[in-house]
Nanobody
Framework: QVQLVESGGGLVQAGGSLRLSCVAS????????MGWYRQAPGKQRELVAT???????NYADSVKGRFTISRDNAKITVYLQMNSLKPEDTDVYYC?????????WGQGTQVTVSS
């Protein structure tokens, strides 16, 4: 069973930065897309950013220009650099890995941005 372990969340003031990391517990074959999603209590989980095996990225409009997603295939790790954070970025952030056969989710890491 593959586990995705996230780290890097925490409390930061508005305008600050955080870097999230997500590493898989073992090798996952044929990873197509790695990404980050976020979810607030009572709301649907929403896409933040994704990156394909070829390095093509996609961002939610709300984070474009502030967040950067990257991946290290050798380490089976995906990162999310978050700059110029806003209070509305406060959420639980989830790592996501997609293969042709399965979708894996991390347990989530809390990001809190104070005003």
């Amino acid at each position: 069973q593959v586990q995705l372990v996230e780290s890097g969340g925490g409390l930061v003031q508005a305008g600050g930065s955080l870097r999230l990391s997500c590493v898989a517990s073992r090798i996952v074959d044929n990873i197509n897309v790695m990404g980050w999603y976020r979810q607030a209590p009572g709301k649907q989980r929403e896409l933040v950013a994704t990156i394909t095996a070829g390095g093509r990225t996609n961002y939610a409009d709300s984070v474009k220009g502030r967040f950067t997603i990257s991946r290290d295939n050798a380490k089976i790790t995906v990162y999310l650099q978050m700059n110029s954070l806003k209070p509305e970025d406060t959420d639980v952030y989830y790592c996501n890995v997609q293969t042709p056969w399965r979708i894996y989710w991390g347990q989530g890491t809390q990001v809190t941005v104070s005003s």
